[in-house]
């Protein structure tokens, strides 16, 4: 990827508020700036409840931010025409973490897929050729038996492989994975992945992939964006971020293994303090196994650590050359 390159998708100072029950606000996604560039994969990792599916939701122009902007090919989408609005929406495409929850469970495959051609606008005369093209980049077949069938009576697999089929019906630019692959065993996750692999490569297609998984980042993702409260806390290309992370809760990710529901277990970290949470300060600081005094009144911004836009948000490295980071298995 050029470094001059624009950026296909861009969200730049994105804040989004929630109102909780006692009436408090909850800042789902606090200030957050993300590029994603043309045919490149971006993994935004984090535990659940860090604002990734938010975020998410915001660049697929799902949800308005309060604050800031998510711009498409340089253009914000708060000013295009109808007309740019459904271009884009063609152009960016969701992959939610239930697809059978994103269809109508009363339409057959067939149906279901000449709807999103119809979308794209694609001429009567090739929906059917298209129909069985997209089925066979994702490993399906477009028999008659298959083509009748609802989405209820298909494995979880193929409905996963079925609403990636239907994106690429849209002839998307950018697809928006959120955790596709949660909940599905270890055959099916490396099926999924490299078909993805396989299709970005066939077709030049960009993907922004969420998941609280990081070791898919290790294997899947250019660069790697990790989220914590609402903020990305350390972001840069793959390789520098996981072999090299400098933010402790890029460390705990790869030191703990996420639980199936995605959260990470601190209590395997006996050097970890407990501390009641700093408002005004560091998101992470009641679990930084490195915190210091500032930390509690003083939110860090992202700054240079390394090469390749290889940036982290914590006040140790701000202060020191080499950061007293806790040990971690950082080898890829």
């Known amino acids: 990827m050029s470094e001059l390159a624009m950026p296909l998708l861009e969200a730049r100072g994105v804040t989004k508020r929630f109102h909780r029950r006692d009436g408090s ?8 700036d993300l590029s994603i560039c043309p045919k490149e994969t971006v993994a935004l990792v984090g535990e659940t409840g860090s604002g990734k599916s938010t975020l998410a939701r915001l660049t697929l122009g799902l949800s308005e931010p309060d604050s800031g902007e998510i711009l498409f090919r340089g253009m914000p989408l708060t000013r295009m025409s109808r007309a740019e609005r459904h271009t884009f929406r063609l152009a960016v495409q969701p992959i939610f973490q239930d697809p059978g929850a994103s269809f109508n469970p009363r339409r057959r495959v ?5 709807q999103a051609f119809v979308q794209a606008s694609t001429p009567g005369a090739e929906i059917d050729e298209g129909t069985a ?5 994702v490993g399906l077949h477009a028999t008659p038996n298959f083509l009748n069938r609802y989405p209820h009576e298909l494995s979880g697999g193929q409905r996963q492989r079925l609403a990636i089929a239907r994106a690429l019906a849209m002839a998307p630019d950018l697809l928006i994975a959120d955790e596709p692959l949660s909940g599905a065993d270890a055959s099916i996750r490396g099926q999924i992945l490299n078909l993805l692999s396989d299709i970005q490569e066939e077709r030049d297609i960009a993907i922004l992939f969420i998941t609280h998984d990081i070791s898919i980042a290790r294997a899947f993702a250019d660069r790697v964006a990790v989220m914590y409260q609402g903020h990305v806390v350390e972001r840069g290309l793959a390789g520098d971020v ?7 809760y890029t460390q ?17 970290f006996s050097s970890v303090p407990q501390r009641p949470a700093a408002p005004a300060g560091c998101v992470f600081y009641h679990r930084c196994p490195i915190a210091m005094d500032a930390c509690v009144q003083v939110q860090p911004a992202l700054i240079p650590v390394g090469p390749g836009g290889h940036n982290a948000a914590c006040l140790a490295v701000e202060n020191a050359d080499e950061a007293p980071m806790m040990a971690a298995s950082n080898d890829s």
Do not use: E, I, Y
């Open 242 to 248: 996981l072999r090299h992370p400098r933010h402790p």
């Open 25 to 32: 606000l909850l800042n789902a996604v606090d200030c957050v």
């Open 252 to 268: 705990v990710l790869l030191a703990a293994a996420p639980s199936v529901s995605g959260h990470v277990d601190f209590s395997k």
């Open 133 to 137: 093209t997209v089925l066979a980049s």
């Open 110 to 114: 067939r149906q279901l897929l000449r």
